[in-house]
């Protein structure tokens, strides 16, 4: 199949980033409730194939895949451009994979999601998550009159690191010099049974010196720059896992900690967010 299967990373990230803000609000108020039944019950199922997957770790097709094999998902890779990433045999469409995934997962333009629609009806895959900037009115309707189940304009991979981070017990918060939303954010967890450190810094500087514990978990809910601030000394500690807190997040944020190869959830409140996403699990 002679089809272009690679979106610009730029381009990709600035869906990713815009189409969340509005789609998550909507998650995180109740006002989409089908839609996070169907985010959970697609992230209980263990065979994967992305649609789109790509050997450049800067590309999101990477991320997307290396993240749910992390997450301990079946996951095939599709594209006829590659041969093989991280070791596994990327496949040339979906018709070649050994057996037949319960989810794919799409990160192509929407001229290749709508022939590739067909060919999930034409082999029984009924679950088709398309990401930020895959699923345009064509495709909708596509998906729709072959009977898919589909999800659209939000990542895989913000929705199931909520999950992932949820079952974590160790957190640290970082607030702002009123440290409001952050102590309320570690009383809430703490009444749930994690282990919570609240830190207020005093300076833009060694934000995660004193730390008791190293934590599973970093939110933030601070200014921008103590937040960058924290998102490298996450990497340079260790702490694979940050949620910024709605509101303080920003496009650079989220694509920094992205190039520091960190998983991230964004645009989505810890306390709004939490009996969802443990009603799920």
Not at 223 to 243: F, L, M, N, Q, S
Request: with cysteine; proline share 5%; aromatic share 10%.
């Amino acid at each position: 199949m002679n089809i272009f299967y690679s979106i610009a990373n730029h381009h990709i990230s600035w869906l990713m980033y815009n189409i969340n803000i509005d789609v998550e609000k909507k998650l995180n108020q109740g006002e989409n409730q089908s839609m996070e039944k169907a985010v959970c019950d697609f992230l209980k199922k263990p065979v994967w194939a992305i649609v789109g997957a790509s050997s450049n770790q800067t590309k999101y097709g990477y991320r997307i895949y290396k993240l749910l094999r992390h997450y301990g998902y079946t996951v095939f890779p599709v594209n006829p451009r590659e041969k093989e990433i991280d070791g596994q045999s990327c496949y040339a469409s979906l018709a070649d994979l050994p057996i037949r995934p319960d989810v794919v997962d799409f990160v192509v333009p929407p001229p290749v999601a709508v022939v590739m629609v067909k060919e999930c009806a034409q082999m029984e895959i009924k679950n088709v998550w398309f990401q930020p900037g895959v699923a345009d009115g064509e495709v909708m309707r596509a998906a729709e009159a072959l009977g898919l189940n589909y999800i659209h304009d939000t990542c895989v991979m913000v929705q199931s690191t909520k999950r992932y981070t949820m079952k974590q017990n160790l957190w640290a918060i970082v607030g702002d010099s009123d440290g409001q939303l952050a102590s309320s954010i570690s009383e809430y967890l703490r009444d749930k049974g994690y282990m919570v450190h609240l830190i207020i810094p005093k300076s833009g500087r060694d934000i995660l010196n004193n730390l008791p514990f190293k934590p599973d978990v970093l939110a933030i809910a601070s200014h921008a720059t103590v937040t960058e601030t924290a998102i490298r000394e996450c990497k340079k500690r260790g702490i694979d896992y940050i949620w910024l807190q709605l509101g303080y997040e920003s496009e650079n944020l989220i694509n920094l900690a992205l190039s520091l190869q960190l998983n991230v959830v964004h645009h989505a409140s810890i306390i709004e967010e939490y009996p969802s996403v443990k009603s799920c699990q």
